[in-house]
């Protein structure tokens, strides 16, 4: 199994609204991370998880907040998002934390915030 | 910081026919790792191929190659024998060696592939 699966596909959903994307992998990786990708743009590192543990936080501001329950999850909960947080959610996993890497992603979560 | 810059929003190959996609970087460190992904229609990233700044063997999967010139920070991906499922988009990426590091990307080539 080479798979990261990222559910729903796709979300809409009101400004306050709270609402939870979820990331799993069952590859035995110890690191997790999550990207931000809008249209026609590379993605963004919004948070990175190393051994179920916060490692890399790109100053993303509180609306998101992380959480790692286990090292086979990994969910993103959203909380009162505004317009321009629309994008594509991607969340990866990879063996380790370490420079060299592969990164395996999913198919990413489609947000539209009304 | 980090750069990768890729100066070729968009880039069109005949099928079976050789295609070079460019990317260069800007960085201070000396041991550090370059990748090429891709994104097809799909959304779903895929490693295409890796180097290691130390090695100076250019790395080769299959079809794809790079031309890596540390010197120059030059990084670019040639695909062989073009083929339909090669259209997407191809994103340049630059990580430092060791622990929290962040994978960062060039602003990504268009690639289309044409009968």
């Known amino acids: 199994d080479t798979e990261v699966t990222q559910t729903p596909k796709h979300l809409v959903m009101g400004m306050t609204n709270k609402k939870s994307l979820k990331c799993e992998q069952h590859?035995?990786?110890?690191?997790m991370y999550w990207y931000k990708q809008k249209a026609k743009k590379p993605p963004e590192l919004m948070f990175v998880y190393s051994y179920e543990k916060l490692s890399i936080n790109e100053s993303v501001p509180s609306r998101f907040s992380p959480e790692c329950p286990n090292s086979s999850l990994l969910n993103l909960h959203l909380h009162a998002l505004q317009p321009e947080d629309s994008a594509l959610y991607l969340c990866?996993?990879?063996?380790?934390?370490?420079?060299?890497?592969?990164?395996?992603f999913g198919s990413g979560t489609q947000l539209s915030v009304l | 910081a980090q750069t990768v810059t890729q100066s070729q929003p968009e880039m069109s190959v005949q099928e079976a026919e050789t295609v070079t996609l460019s990317c260069t970087y800007d960085t201070s460190e000396s041991d550090y790792y370059l990748f090429w992904y891709k994104q097809p229609p799909s959304r779903q990233m895929i490693l295409v191929i890796r180097q290691e700044a130390y090695k100076q063997q250019n790395a080769t999967e299959n079809r794809f190659s790079v031309n890596f010139q540390k010197a120059a920070k030059s990084f670019s991906l040639k695909i062989s024998d073009s083929q339909l499922g090669d259209a997407a988009m191809y994103f340049c990426?630059?990580?430092?060696?060791?622990?929290?590091?962040?994978?960062?990307f060039g602003t990504g080539t268009r690639l289309q592939v044409t009968l």
């Open positions: 990866a996993s990879s063996q380790g934390e370490a420079g060299w890497e592969k990164l395996f």
């Open positions: 590859m035995g990786h110890r690191a």
């Open positions: 990426a630059y990580r430092r060696a060791g622990t929290a590091s962040k994978l960062t």
